[in-house]
């Protein structure tokens, strides 16, 4: 989900430095708070009532200073459910270091424990100089990973695999958690044969405008694991508009890999989800666009979701689910840059990447159902949800920003899909 940026005040923003297209992303700590006639607001299912109290989830064997986030699982051929997930800390110098991990749970996933994989692509930070003045540091931030185990694939030593996006965060003033540079950055792909690896060397898989929109930087992500394989924005019309692709969700199927991204589009938490293929090899060449089965521009239609209703402008935290034989978009409903929960919306056509929708819905597009909804505590920065079917005892996990440290936390909802 992109934040990293915690600082002791109650609003701190994530600046994106392009010249005319700047795109902010903003979390809150301690804001805490406590019909459907085709028209722009409907009310939808939802687990609100008689909802268990969520409970902050727990890993052994690695403890972050600054807590979790961005919840990722799936289960293997064994039953075992496995998460992906980030892992906050402080450094000395003030920035925040952020990189996935991978964490293995029980027959029902109520216990998790990192596995400790040792050094792999996405959980490495190295901290750098960036201005010798201050000095000014610098790192590689690894996250929103996206973990999944896939059947499928030919090739055993791909039977694992991850997504996260990959991008520059530095210091702009002496102690300062830092500021991303999101310019500086893609999305990564990593595989195995296990999910304790050995995991494949990166592969620097989708970029956005913003990777080339200057040379100087163009030159500079260049100088890191080569060339992109997909300039998205370039190979597909329909995302010339995308400035950055992020929080990607992951299903494995026997007709390839579907892939959901976050098309970040400008400031405001601006963009759209979108939905892509690839053959369960990630073979050179064999990714492409289907489709973008839920714009930005819908987000106000649910106001009226939660109680005390909400004005929201956009969605973020892609996910894919396979539940019951259905499968599901998880998206975070937005108010500008900030997280209000979960919705889950059914997929009518994977390949065609369409939602169900209300045929007699007199909107353009027509509205898309919403199969269910949760959310965090009331007025918290929460989302970024992640699920399996076998988690029965935890059910959904969301991410959910605590005024207090560690200020970063996964919660478990108990609820299941489908609903």
Not at 102 to 116: K, L, P, Q, T, Y
Not at 190 to 201: D, E, L, Q, R
Request: negative net charge.
């Amino acid at each position: 989900m992109s934040i990293v940026n915690v600082d002791t005040s109650a609003v701190f923003p994530r600046l994106f430095p392009i010249p005319l297209a700047p795109l902010t992303f903003i979390a809150l700590l301690a804001l805490i708070a406590c019909h459907r006639d085709g028209s722009s607001t409907i009310n939808p299912p939802s687990f609100c009532t008689g909802a268990p109290a969520p409970t902050t989830l727990t890993i052994s064997g690695y403890t972050p200073n600054d807590g979790v986030f961005d919840p990722s699982l799936t289960e293997d051929a064994c039953n075992r459910i496995w998460m992906s997930y980030s892992a906050v800390n402080n450094s000395a110098s003030g920035l925040r270091l952020v990189h996935a991990r991978i964490a293995r749970g029980n027959s029902v996933g109520s216990g998790w424990d990192d596995m400790n994989v040792g050094a792999t692509p996405f959980n490495v930070n190295t901290e750098d100089v960036v201005n010798p003045v201050g000095p000014l540091t610098g790192t590689w931030e690894h996250e929103v990973s996206r973990l999944v185990y896939d059947p499928y694939t030919s090739d055993p030593n791909q039977r694992w695999k991850i997504l996260w996006h990959r991008y520059r965060f530095e210091q702009t003033t002496v102690g300062s958690v830092g500021t991303p540079r999101f310019e500086r950055g893609w999305i990564s792909l990593s595989t195995a044969p296990n999910a304790t690896g050995p995991w494949s060397a990166e592969r620097k898989l989708f970029v956005g405008s913003a990777y080339d929109f200057d040379p100087a930087d163009k030159a500079y992500n260049d100088s890191f694991v080569g060339l992109p394989e997909y300039e998205l924005d370039n190979l597909f019309p329909a995302l010339s508009t995308c400035l950055v692709f992020t929080e990607p969700g992951m299903l494995a199927t026997a007709n390839g890999i579907y892939i959901s991204l976050k098309c970040a589009t400008g400031a405001g938490g601006a963009g759209d989800a979108i939905l892509m293929r690839c053959d369960n090899q990630f073979s050179i060449g064999s990714c492409s666009y289907l489709g973008t089965p839920l714009s930005g521009t819908e987000a106000a239609r649910y106001n009226g979701t939660f109680a005390g209703g909400n004005a929201f402008t956009g969605f973020s935290a892609t996910e894919l689910v396979r539940a019951g034989g259905r499968d599901f978009l998880l998206v975070t409903p937005t108010e500008g840059d900030i997280y209000r929960g979960c919705f889950t919306f059914e997929i009518d056509d994977l390949a065609a990447a369409t939602l169900v929708r209300d045929a007699a819905s007199l909107l353009t597009p027509k509205l898309a159902v919403l199969s269910a909804s949760l959310r965090g505590t009331p007025g918290s920065f929460n989302g970024a949800c992640g699920y399996t079917q076998a988690n029965t005892s935890l059910g959904i996990l969301f991410s959910e920003l605590s005024p207090t440290a560690p200020h970063f936390t996964i919660q478990s909802s108990g609820h299941q899909l489908p609903p």
